[in-house]
C-alpha cells in the first residue's frame, strides 16, 4: 500500500507514480525558491539608475566640499594680505657722495660719515644731512657697510649702534693701495636707538660715482 502526504493530494500528484511524483514536487520546490528570488531582485534597468543617482550625489557632495575649501583658503589670503600690508616697512642704502671723487678724511678725532646718495629710504629713518639712522619701530634690523681707500693712510671704520661699537673694518698697512673691506650685523633695537658709521682718527676713505663705501639697512621683522 502507498501512503499518498496530504500535501501530494493537494498538488493534485496522487495519481502519479512514486518516482514521477518526486519529480514533480522537486520542480515545484525550484519554481517556487525561482519565484521568491524574483520577487527580492530589482530589476537590472532601477538597479543601474540607482547607481547613477549615488554617484551624482557623491559629486554634488564632493564640489561643494571643494567650493568650502577654496572658500576658506581665499578667506585666509586676504587675511594674510592685510596683515602684510599692516607691517612696517624700512630699508635704506646710501653711498657717500652723489658726484665727482673725494678723499674723505683724515680727521683729528672720529668722525661720523654721513652717506648723501641715497638710493632708498622706505620709512624715512636714515637721515642724509647726518649719516644717522634713527629706529622709530622696536624690532631685529640687519646693517651692512663698505669702505674703500686708493692709499695711504689707509682705513679703519665702525659700526655705532648709539655709542657701543658692534663691529668694525681695519687696514692699516702702508705698503699697499686700494683697500676695500665691508662687515655688517643683525641688532636688536629700541625706538630711539641710532645706528652709524664712523671713520677712526687719521684714517681716510675714497668715493666717487662708483660708489665704493654704502651703508645698508632694513628691518627684519617688528617685535
Not at 678724511?105 to 632708498?120: A, H, Q, R, S
Request: proline share 3%.
Amino acid at each position: 500500500m502507498v501512503y499518498i502526504s496530504r500535501r501530494e493530494q493537494l498538488l493534485g500528484c496522487s495519481a502519479l507514480p512514486v518516482r514521477m511524483r518526486k519529480i514533480v514536487l522537486q520542480l515545484l520546490f525550484l519554481c517556487c525558491l525561482s519565484v521568491g528570488q524574483a520577487q527580492h531582485e530589482e530589476p537590472q534597468g532601477t538597479k543601474i539608475e540607482t547607481e547613477q543617482q549615488a554617484y551624482i550625489l557623491h559629486q554634488d557632495c564632493f564640489q561643494q566640499s571643494i567650493y568650502r575649501e577654496l572658500g576658506s583658503l581665499k578667506n585666509r589670503v586676504d587675511q594674510l594680505e592685510k596683515e602684510r600690508d599692516a607691517l612696517p616697512k624700512i630699508a635704506f642704502s646710501a653711498a657717500l657722495v652723489e658726484s665727482g671723487s673725494w678723499i674723505i678724511g683724515p680727521f683729528n678725532t672720529d668722525t661720523n660719515l654721513v652717506y648723501k646718495k641715497v638710493f632708498t629710504n622706505i620709512g624715512n629713518c636714515y637721515n642724509p644731512s647726518t649719516g644717522i639712522f634713527t629706529v622709530m619701530v622696536k624690532g631685529v634690523y640687519y646693517f651692512r657697510f663698505s669702505a674703500y681707500n686708493d692709499g695711504t693712510p689707509n682705513t679703519n671704520a665702525a659700526m655705532f649702534k648709539n655709542s657701543e661699537r658692534i663691529v668694525s673694518i681695519w687696514d692699516t698697512v702702508g705698503e699697499d693701495n686700494e683697500d676695500s673691506a665691508s662687515n655688517g650685523a643683525v641688532l636688536e633695537l629700541q625706538v630711539g636707538d641710532s645706528v652709524y658709521i664712523s671713520l677712526h682718527a687719521q684714517r681716510v676713505v675714497y668715493d666717487d660715482i662708483n660708489h665704493y663705501n654704502t651703508f645698508s639697512g632694513f628691518l627684519l621683522f617688528a617685535m
